[in-house]
């Protein structure tokens, strides 16, 4: 039978365990992974298949259709081939989440898609300026991933996780703030969306619009904090569009190679804006990369929060245990265009039809009142909380006032504003007493 | 005080920073136990451990990513590009993650991106570049081109102990050429200072880096002939020291602009402006750039001394302003 530790037992991390020992560059990781992290419950789950290159496939279902582009007399468009009418996987029990930990996991979820809600009828009365963003049907991968860290970690959220930002520490009405370009929101009217962060209290490093840049720097928080003794998993999420650009390699190869503690959500949400997965990448599936950095991989079906949880949760142990960085597929659609004004008509109505089915909130909420972990009563009641937070967040958020023209000026540089220090400690000085030799050693260029 | 190079000044400031703070640490590409293309940390890794002195993958965007990141836990890292003419790989790092970060989510950035810049090595289109306007573009990016040995030494301490994104560029043509007495320990150069090279009444030059050597020979040659030249080494190119240039305009009012990078969207054209706004009533004569050629850096030796400005170029336009 599969365990947690599965991902962690493939291939890749025997090769990355032998290259760090021969070149003894891999710091604090010296550490085994003799840890066995034993599950909290007993509850039985289907094993773990592995895949063709012997990445662990957690999914009790494997969907079998592709995307392709038709062309029809003089009309192009996407059709999807394949079976459409399976069966509904169930959830896979969580090893780790307690009953009370699911019933918390699944507000957060609730929270997120509510306050979408919310940012879509705020843009129809024309209080926000520019676009929304939404992560429909993709709230489980936001939210039980972002669940799974430890209070000192790390996480830089991509324009879809806006529950990983609610689970982390902020508020609806930050988000809210930030898409009608308040004054009082995180960025005080400088930038918009989910463009923010917080490396004081929450550390959440602000994503940039240009699509895998966060990678190599969620990498280089791990190596700072190593620095100063302390090891941290640095939580990231891609898209299956995202993961195409050069720096998403440089990211996640340096990650591979220094055993950095990144915990990399590859979302393979099958559309990249208009793009279908098919037409993005040449593998099936993206957790096959995994093998060609020298890490594991591990395939999830991003629609059950509970597969979200475990695995992320393993990928954050094995971050704190100094082994180096995980690369997490989660399989999922994403539920809406890309953003507001797009209606996506280039889905096909079958392919949204199927993952409509597999909605991951619906799914949850079944399973957890099926389980008696919440009651009708419970659920209404907590539904109605949620709701009654995201008025009094609305009402806050309409009545803030817009920044002062002037501030547009200011801030561009820090002027003694921040008393930068490390964070965790100073890193170890130097080791002898030696002084600098002038150097009389061949240079490149005369 | 002892004689050091350009190169060695660098070394030492850098080697005290991280003595002195243990939150500096390198990380680029072949800087540990090769000490680096142009072993500028040479020997560093034995002193200051591995973990401190960092080799990367051949990956410029993970380099100033990493940099960037290590930077958000308040350590103060400093990125080694092999030659600066990569810096273009790392584009959108620098631009787009670094250099707004504290301007739109209020998180600073104290990192130095360092490495030599410029040409007259005969290294080709690819090894010879002066990048230095990509960023000087770029707000939130201070750029440093120091053209002494005294002046590299304190002003990459400056960059390291400096809250911003700090491009610090260095001259690899004066790396062993040019040495002088460099003060010890404690020696800082303040960024965003110009630095009076030469006092000069008759005209002046405003330059940088290599070419302020340039510019120094050419005033040598025009003193004989009774012209005197002055010459202010502008040693930050952003932000840009605006009351130097206007005092020295005001005093000589007339004025050579003379840089190594190419001419149009040069800093030249900037200063241009700024003597525009602040000294336009003591001009008494029209600015004048000397530039290289609006090419890319040719390679072979003929083609590149054609391609860079010349002690002669500036000996030729000075005694024309001179004369107008």
Redesign the interface.
Known sequence: MATKSKPAKSSGKKTQQAAATANG?N?AAAKKSASSPQSASATKAPAIQLNQYGIPDWRLEQPEFEVIEVTAGREVHYEIRGKLDTAVPPIRPSKYLSPDQHVELYRWMVMNRRMEVALENLYKQSKVVGGVYFGLGQEACSCASAYALGPDDWFAPMIRNQGAQLVRGFHARDIMMQYMAKSGS??HG??GTS?????EKRHM??P???LG????????????????GKELA?LTWIGDGGQST??SY??I??AA??KLGLVLIVESNLWAYSTPTEYQVGVKDLANRAVGYGMPGVIIDGTDACQVYDATYEAVQRAHRGEGPTLIEAKLMRMKGHAIHDAAAYVPKEMHEFWRKRDCIDRFEKYLLEKKWLTPEQNQKLIDEVEKELDADREFAVNSPMPEPHTAAE????????N?????G???????E?K????E?A???? | MAE?TY??AI??GL?EE??SD??V?CIGEDIGIY?G???VT??FV???????V?D??I???????????????????VAEF??MDFIGCAF??IV??VA?????????A?LVLRGPAGGG???GPF?SQNPEMYFVHT??M?VVAPATPSDAKGLIKSAIRD??PVLFLEH?FL??RIKEDVPENGHVVPIGKARMHREGRDLSIITYAAMVHTAQEAADILAKEGIEVEILDLRTLSPLDREAIAQTVKKTNKVILLHEDTRTGGLAGEIAAIINEEAFDDLDGPIVRITSLDTPVPFSPPLEHYFLPKVEDVVREARKLHSY
């Open positions: 560059r710091g995180p960025t400088k930038d463009h923010y962060g917080d490396i490093v602000s940039i619009s240009m840049d966060l990678l190599p720097v969620m990498a280089g928080v791990s190596l700072g904090a190593r620095l100063q640095c050069g720096v440089e990211g190869n340096f190679v220094r801030g561009v540089f820090c002027d003694g504003c921040h930068i220090k490390p964070k965790y100073m890193p170890k000085k130097a080791r002898g030696g600098l030799k002038a150097s050693a240079i490149h260029f005369k | 050091a190169l060695e070394r030492q080697w991280m003595e243990p939150s640490f000490g293309a142009f072993k040479d020997g034995h002193h200051f451990g591995p973990q401190r960092i990367t993958p990956a410029e965007s993970a380099i100033v990513g990493a940099a960037f990141g290590a930077a958000l836990t308040g350590l103060r890292p092999q030659f959108n790092q787009n993650m707004k970060s504290h301007y739109r989510w209020g998180a600073p104290p090595v005969h290294g090894h707000p939130g201070k809250n911003n690899k790396y062993r």
